[in-house]
Nanobody
Framework: QLQLVESGGGLVQPGGSLRLSCAVS????????IGWFRQAPGKEREGVSY????????EYRDSVKGRFTISKDNALNTVYLQMNSLKPEDTAVYYC????????????????????WGQGTQVTVSS
């Protein structure tokens, strides 16, 4: 069973930065695209970013473009989400997820298409 473990969340002031990590239990980054999602209290889970198997394709939701960067290190089986210029509206539990097949077009942000999920890490942006 594939396992994903997120880390790096915490409390940060507006304008600050955090780097989230998603460690994958098996040698799977060569086979699974990875997505980052977030869920704020009372809201639906939403797609934040996506990286393809090769890393050549990355996607971002509009509200984080220019502020967040997704990357991966296959040797470490880890995917990262660098978050800069954080805003209070970025506050949420952040999850990484793996999908068995590449996702095309705008389907990458659909959480129902992903097969494996981590437990989440809390990100709070507040002064």
């Amino acid at each position: 069973q594939l396992q994903l473990v997120e880390s790096g969340g915490g409390l940060v002031q507006p304008g600050g930065s955090l780097r989230l990590s998603c460690a994958v239990s098996e040698l799977t980054l060569d086979y699974y695209p990875i997505g980052w999602f977030r869920q704020a209290p009372g809201k639906e889970r939403e797609g934040v970013s996506y990286i393809s198997i090769s890393g050549g394709r990355t996607e971002y939701r509009d509200s984080v473009k220019g502020r967040f960067t997704i990357s991966k290190d296959n040797a470490l089986n880890t995917v990262y989400l660098q978050m800069n210029s954080l805003k209070p509206e970025d506050t949420a539990v952040y999850y990484c997820a793996a999908v068995k097949v590449p996702l095309y077009g705008s389907s990458w942000y659909r959480p129902d298409l992903y097969d494996y999920w981590g437990q989440g890490t809390q990100v709070t942006v507040s002064s």
